[in-house]
């Protein structure tokens, strides 16, 4: 297709309706799939990922209609009937849906499941939930790089009853936390988990919703421990999603950087280890009456509330703490189009986790402060924690840069990095890399630079935004 690029500098006006939360979804789904009955989803996220984890129990012999208010209807055998099949299921970019599946197939008795995906979704690494499941023991083939001793897909899961465990999950993933409560889930007797780091926690939040206490969340040595209990018997439900903050976070950003703008989100998802998008804007706006949220309330113990933003012409530089990443990791690359539009210094520490998403995500974000002729830096400190600096106001840096670095990972996981910056009538090429987030964070920044961009291959949007070109007449 040929393509002259964009510019979205227009300001965004009214109520914007932003689609239903990513993560929820594919959780609320995976919870009718296991019901035997009738199970209603109000606005859901009706994306390629979603419909991707939805795809997987239709090859198991769930059905589904889609309502004219466009709400998913689920009807399920239930998880019983799922047993001794043997399927082919492609997951498309949709890593939420591969780690979390795996966890659960993998504990369904005599059920064979054949896994494959895209290039992205080929090269995420899959050794952080095959080794506990392993531990588990777990039957799953995958493609193993012996050089770094890494999985990936093809991957085949031989479904058997696991046995317990008690596991200290290294890593700061969602992911791998919400495998394997889903393990612990269908075993006999649980498991028990430990986690440094605080991340998302819609997977307990719905299985205590709807199981009293089957998942139970405690502060332990500074750790996090979650006992998990079996199910031994899973009900059809009725569940409304909030709109997903990681969206709206592109909406709110482009409101921010451009005159005149205007708006207000209802029914955003603010859960509070999905917010710190919307603390961290409001350090940088520093600024009460910019962003102002109303009508709080929680639904299905989630926490739920109207965003109401207007353009703000005064940002500053901020530091977002290791700590804090898993609470905003999806929306690194446009909170640093935000960053390089404000005055000083901004540092993301422990930006690692970056690199294995649905494209180095790192490398990514560079070339858009690149885009953005934004000085920036990386660095990596002696424990290996990578380090992001923003800094508009400087043109060069006097420290000793590690910006090479940061793609010596793993070679299994290589993320392929396209140089392929301008076409030939000078307009900037942003190769999405098969990375929605990274293809809307540069259609965002054209909004803010002189240039316009060409985004290659911006169907990814489709995986979670499905509505995004709409709202700016793309
Ligand atoms: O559990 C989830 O729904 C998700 C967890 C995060 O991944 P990790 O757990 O790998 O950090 C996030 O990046 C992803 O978009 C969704
Ligand atoms: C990382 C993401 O999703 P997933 O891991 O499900 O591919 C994302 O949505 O930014």
Known sequence: MINSGVQLNS?????IKIPGDKSITHRAIIFSALANGQSHIRNPLLSEDCMKTMQSFVDLGVTYQIDDDNNL????????????????????????????LTGLFASIDGLVVHITGDESLS???????????????????????????????????????????NYEIKEASAQVKSSLIFAGLLNDQGVTLYQQAATRNHTEIMVNNLYADHVIVEKVNGQFKYTVKPINRFLPLTYSVPSDVSSAAFIIIHALLNKGSNIELNRVGLNPTRNAIINYIN???????????????????????????????NHHGITIQKNDIPNIIDEIPILSVLLSQSKGESKIEHVNELIVKESNRLAKTIELLEYLNTTYDVIKNGDGDITLIINPDVNEWSSDSSLNEYKSIKPSLQRFIKQDKQNNEGIYRLQSEHDHRIAMSGYIASSVVNKPIQVIGDECIQTSFPTFKEIFDL
């Open 123 to 165: 090269k995420r690494p899959m050794k952080r939930v095959i080794k506990p499941l392993k531990l588990m023991g777990a039957k799953i083939d995958a493609q193993y790089h012996s050089g770094d001793d890494e999985y990936t897909l093809p991957m085949t899961i031989y479904g058997k009853s696991l046995r317990s465990i």
């Open 11 to 15: 300001p965004l006006q009214g109520e």
């Open 283 to 313: 350090k940088v706006i520093d600024n009460d009456d910019v962003i102002s949220i109303k009508n709080i309330s929680v639904e299905h113990g989630e926490t739920i509330g109207n965003i109401i933003v207007q353009y703000s012409s």
């Open 73 to 100: 209807v689920i009807s399920s055998p239930g998880i019983d009937e799922f047993k001794h099949k043997e399927v082919t299921i492609d997951l498309g970019n949709s890593g939420t849906s591969l780690r979390l």
